[in-house]
């Protein structure tokens, strides 16, 4: 086995990890996003279906925590912006985030310029308050 060859290997082996890497991390920030998304819907759904109020947060957060001590970020706080998220975006559009991150695993310069294209047609913008 010649050491040039040998190290190409290695290269290329490492450029593979490297991208499973960023794919992975890709990917389980979408699911993330999409899993945060649902929940704001969820609660949002439930105080409009059955008349919850702005006090079932903190209820369901310290359901959470008291049946999945070990799961993090289910604040009040937390819920409340995943609620945010949910009203303020609509599930076209967290759907077209998500395909166009799918679309970007192997980028190149057309399609981040056509998927851009596509994002601008929404309105993706931060909330007034959060504007001032």
Known sequence: MQQKDFNDFIHATGSEIEQA???LISAANVQMLLHYWKIGHFILFNQKRLGWGGKVIEKI???IRDKYPEKKG???RNLKYMCQFAKLY????VNKL???DK???IPDVSKVLSI???LNEYEITQELPAQI
């Open 90 to 93: 609509s599930l076209d559009i």
């Open 116 to 118: 851009a294209k596509d």
């Open 74 to 76: 289910y604040s009040p």
């Open 21 to 23: 890497q960023v794919k």
């Open 61 to 63: 957060s310290k359901a």
């Open 103 to 105: 679309e970007l695993e």
């Open 98 to 100: 998500t395909v166009a």
